[in-house]
């Protein structure tokens, strides 16, 4: 059948493939993340004090960042579908088992498992975007699927805090991992690969062949260790690995310890953190669809991809710093609105991951976001240990926002002077 006008339109495979990975990474970041709204009342059950609940919010991300290379590889070399449905599956069940948590020690045990079987899903998003949508496109894809990360806590932050109020802690960890499961199902029989889906047209295929997607694979399944290596060899490496773990620091800081900086440092009830939480998570969600489409905006005016990669990146870090403001004001409201335009710049920043859609050699997407990922996941470990041992020195958060906007000025220094121009690495 031919098609007489083969304008993009025709058909939309890859927005349904898009709404797969965004709903995926939703429930991904939501398990994760259940723990930092069940700390203030779990750390009271287990009398875990500021220190101790550091090390646990930080063990997540010792399997998880150590995970990322070799989960890249496997990704490679098995593929997106069979890699994520193994990640999903593991990550719901570990999330289901923290409800039995009744001891410091297995509830570290738990975070380090959920930290591995979680450690693929960014990297298969990251080999999707790339093999599914032209480059001028990727910003907005990777925007979409990375407002999961923040829309799940956005808009069921009351639910949780209202079920967190009335049946305990462990009801969050059974939500989690129950919705975690149910879409696993959806996953496997949604997903496939461009030239096994029966809903892509010709038009849609050619805009996406032109565009530089990678419809035909990414690349042989082989696993080579010396890629990692490889890939260090080259300043683009460096650039976007500081600058994500810097930007992911504060991002970590709301997953983490805000609540309890609600909690303990503000003197917030239940009531009022469920409904003053939400605002900052949806302002982080608008401002990742903001810097998407500011980037793609960009590319599509004529703009190298350089600046159309870098500008709202590095906007986005210069004005979370602002975040050490909070310090200095008395008012809840205007501390949630300074928290809010924080979490706002860091979410325009959170395009890291199309970066890696554009840098990586061709065959290398899962080994690329692999190496990306371990930097950038090493803020989950450092930054739990660095305000918990802040918190429990000092008995106050206003430490720990300093170190978090000083972590956001180096991410702006690495994404403006050591990242240099945006262009695929070459490696024979």
Known sequence: MSIANPIVGTTHARHGILALIATGTLINYLDRTILGVAAPALSKDLAIDPALMGVIFSAFSWSYAAAQIPGGAFLDRFGSKLTYMLSLVGWSIVTLLHALASSVGLLIGLRVALGVAEAPCFPANSRIVATWFPQSERAFATGVYTVGEYIGLAFLSPILFALLAHYGWHSLFLLGGGLGLAFSLVWWRGYREPNDHPGLGAAERAHIVEGGGLVD????????????????????????????????????FFLTWFPTYLANERQMDWIKIGWFAVLPFIAASIGV?????????????????????????????????????????????????????????????AL???????????????VTGGVFNFAANLAGIITPLVIGAIVSATGSFVGGLVYIGALALLGAFAYIVILGEVKRIEIA
């Open 217 to 252: 694979g990414t690349g042989p399944a082989r696993v080579d260790w010396r890629d990692a290596g490889r890939l260090l060899r080259h300043r683009q490496m460096w650039g976007i690995c500081i600058g994500q773990f810097a930007g992911n620091s504060t991002l970590v």
């Open 289 to 349: 669809l903001a810097g998407g489409l500011w980037s793609d905006g960009m590319l599509k005016r004529g703009a190298s991809a350089t600046l159309a990669r870098k500008l709202p990146i590095v906007t986005g870090l210069l004005l979370a710093s602002t975040i050490v403001t909070a310090n200095y004001v008395e008012s809840d409201n205007l501390v949630i609105a300074i928290l809010s335009l924080a979490f706002f710049a860091q979410g325009m920043a």
């Open 352 to 366: 890291g991951w199309t970066l890696v859609s554009d840098i990586a050699p061709r065959g290398m997407l899962g």
